[in-house]
């Protein structure tokens, strides 16, 4: 079953960086995921895809400051140089079979 | 730019429908494929519903399989999502999102602002 897993919460200094991290399920390193966020009381944005070899391609407008990577069932999000705008909760997302799966979400807070 | 503007969301009672629309432009719609994805108050998103842009694949998950029915109508840039037997586990903002690609799968590029959807007696 493919499943991604996130932690619920993160936390970072302003102007510091931080590495989210999505987990996929036994059996899928293969997958590419999407990363999106959404700002408190607003619609997700869409991020970057990341593939398993790491490569990543951003969403229109999207910063420098965000970036992709991966090793093996891991696909990580790092974001730098954190402004107060980053606060956000942030989502990873796949597909596959018949169906999409979203992770459980990771609440960014930055401090 | 890329727009996507969701409607028909309200409150309707347990086993009632309602008929969810959204309104593309910015782009050709015809080749793209679209979802909805909806987010119960306080949680998280949860996929709901995946059309191909010929409409030739159409996707849902289990949890609204055989109630609900997702749409589309080429020729007027919008996307559709009817809604049957509705239950109050179905009360989230709705969203409709746009596929990076005609194929039904793939990331979501661009996401509307949502509609809520309240099932309530």
């Known amino acids: 079953q493919l499943v991604l897993t996130q932690s619920p919460s993160a936390s970072a200094s302003l102007g510091a960086s931080v590495k989210l991290t999505c987990t996929l399920s036994?059996?899928?390193?293969?997958?590419?995921i999407a990363w999106h966020q959404q700002q408190p009381e607003k619609g997700p944005r869409y991020l970057m895809k990341?593939?398993?070899?790491?490569?990543?391609s951003k969403g229109d407008g999207i910063p420098d400051r965000f970036s992709g990577s991966s090793s093996g069932a891991e696909r990580y999000l790092t974001i730098s140089s954190l402004q107060s705008e980053d606060e956000a909760d942030y989502y990873c997302q796949t597909w596959g079979g018949t169906g999409m799966v979203f992770g459980g979400g990771t609440k960014l807070t930055v401090l | 730019e890329v727009q996507l503007v969701e409607s028909g969301g309200g409150l309707v009672k347990p086993g009632g429908s309602l008929r969810l629309s959204c309104a593309a432009s910015?782009?050709?719609?015809?080749?793209?494929?679209m979802n909805w994805v909806r987010q119960a108050p306080g949680k998280g998103l949860e996929w709901v519903s995946s059309?191909?842009?010929?409409?030739?694949?159409?996707y849902y998950a289990d949890s609204v399989k055989g109630r609900f029915t997702m749409s589309r109508d080429n020729a007027k840039n919008s996307l559709y999502l009817q809604m049957n037997s509705l239950r109050a586990e179905d009360t989230a903002v709705y969203y409709c999102?746009?596929?990076?690609?005609?194929?039904?799968?793939?990331?979501?590029?661009?996401w509307g602002q949502g509609t809520l959807v309240t099932v309530s007696s």
């Open positions: 036994s059996g899928h390193n293969n997958y590419a």
């Open positions: 059309i191909s842009s010929s409409s030739s694949y159409i």
């Open positions: 910015g782009f050709t719609f015809s080749t793209y494929s």
């Open positions: 990341v593939n398993s070899d790491g490569s990543h």
């Open positions: 999102a746009r596929g990076v690609n005609d194929f039904w799968s793939g990331p979501l590029d661009y």
